[in-house]
C-alpha cells in the first residue's frame, strides 16, 4: 500500500513537472495566452466605457478574462490529453506503468493550474494596472475557499472528460471547438450570469466556471452582489457536490475506458 501511494506520488510529480516546467518554457505561449484574452478584455472595456456603463462592469470583464486560461487548460490540457498520449505513443507507457492512471490525471491537473493560474494572475495584475479596474476582496477566507473549489471541480471535470473524449476519438477535438464560444457565453465571462435569465442560468451552472465566477465576482467586484444569480455561500456549496461527482464519475469512466480497451484490444491504436 505504502509503495503503491510513493509510487503513484512520483507518477504525479513528475506528470505535473513536465507541464509546470515545459508550458511556461515557450515563452511565445505565454504570451499568446495572455495578449489573446487581453484584446478582447479591452475590446468589451472600451465598448462599456463608451456606452457609459458602470464601471462596475470592467471588474465582471476581468474577473471571467481570469477564468479563460482555466477552462482552456481543462477543455485542451486536461479533457484530450489521453487522446493525444495514444496519438504520440506514450498510451502504452502509462498503462504499462505500475502508477495508477489516477495519478498521472492528478499530475496533469496540478500541472494545469499551475500553467492557467499564472496566466490569469497576470491578466488580473495587467487589468487593474492598464484599465484602472476597481477590485477589493471583501472576505479572504471565503473568498479562497470558492477559488479552490471551483478549480477543483473543475479539474475533476476535466478528468472525467478526458476518458470521455479519449473513447470519442478525433470528434473530441470538434467536440472542443464546438464547445469553445457557447461555453463563453453560457458562463457568463463577459456579463452576469443573471442576465442570461433564470432557465438558462440554471442549465449554466451546471458547469462549474459558471457559479464559481458568479461567486467570485461578490466577494471581490464593487456593487456586483446585487448582481448576482445565488448567494456565495449556496454556489460554494454546488461546487462542493459538483467535486464530488465529477470525481466520482472520473473514476468510473477510467475503469469503463479500460475495461473497453481490454475487451475490444483498441485502447493504444491510433486514428481511432
Not at 509510487?7 to 504570451?31: D, L, Q
Not at 491578466?123 to 494596472?129: A, D, E, R
Request: charged content about 10%; proline content about 4%; overall charge positive.
Amino acid at each position: 500500500m505504502t509503495s503503491a501511494f510513493v509510487t503513484g506520488f512520483r507518477a504525479m510529480k513528475a506528470r505535473a513537472y513536465v507541464r509546470i516546467v515545459g508550458a511556461n518554457r515557450e515563452i511565445s505561449w505565454v504570451a499568446t495566452e495572455i495578449l489573446l484574452p487581453m484584446l478582447a478584455v479591452t475590446a468589451y472595456i472600451l465598448l462599456y466605457r463608451s456606452l457609459g456603463m458602470p464601471k462596475m462592469m470592467e471588474g465582471i470583464i476581468i474577473t471571467g478574462a481570469a477564468m479563460i486560461p482555466m477552462w482552456l487548460v481543462v477543455l485542451w490540457a486536461m479533457a484530450m490529453q489521453f487522446y493525444w498520449e495514444k496519438e504520440m505513443g506514450n498510451l502504452d507507457i502509462y498503462l504499462s506503468s505500475p502508477a495508477h492512471p489516477i495519478a498521472l490525471l492528478l499530475g496533469m491537473a496540478i500541472g494545469g493550474l499551475f500553467m492557467g493560474g499564472l496566466r490569469s494572475i497576470l491578466i488580473i495584475i495587467l487589468g487593474i494596472v492598464l484599465f484602472k479596474v476597481e477590485m477589493n476582496v471583501t472576505n479572504w477566507p471565503a473568498f479562497t475557499a470558492i477559488a479552490v473549489v471551483t478549480l477543483a471541480a473543475l479539474f475533476a471535470m476535466g478528468m472525467a472528460a478526458a476518458s470521455v473524449y479519449f473513447v470519442t476519438g478525433r470528434k473530441g477535438i470538434k467536440i472542443n471547438i464546438v464547445l469553445m464560444e457557447p461555453v463563453f457565453m453560457l458562463t457568463g465571462t463577459y456579463f452576469p450570469l443573471k442576465n442570461l435569465g433564470f432557465v438558462i442560468s440554471v442549465v449554466a451552472s451546471l458547469l462549474p466556471i459558471s457559479i464559481g465566477l458568479d461567486a467570485l465576482r461578490q466577494l471581490c467586484v464593487p456593487g456586483y452582489p446585487l448582481m448576482s444569480f445565488l448567494t456565495w455561500r449556496i454556489e460554494l456549496a454546488a461546487l462542493c457536490v459538483m467535486f464530488v461527482v465529477f470525481s466520482f464519475a472520473s473514476v468510473q469512466f477510467l475503469a469503463r475506458m479500460e475495461a473497453k480497451g481490454r475487451r475490444d484490444g483498441t485502447l493504444s491504436e491510433k486514428w481511432q
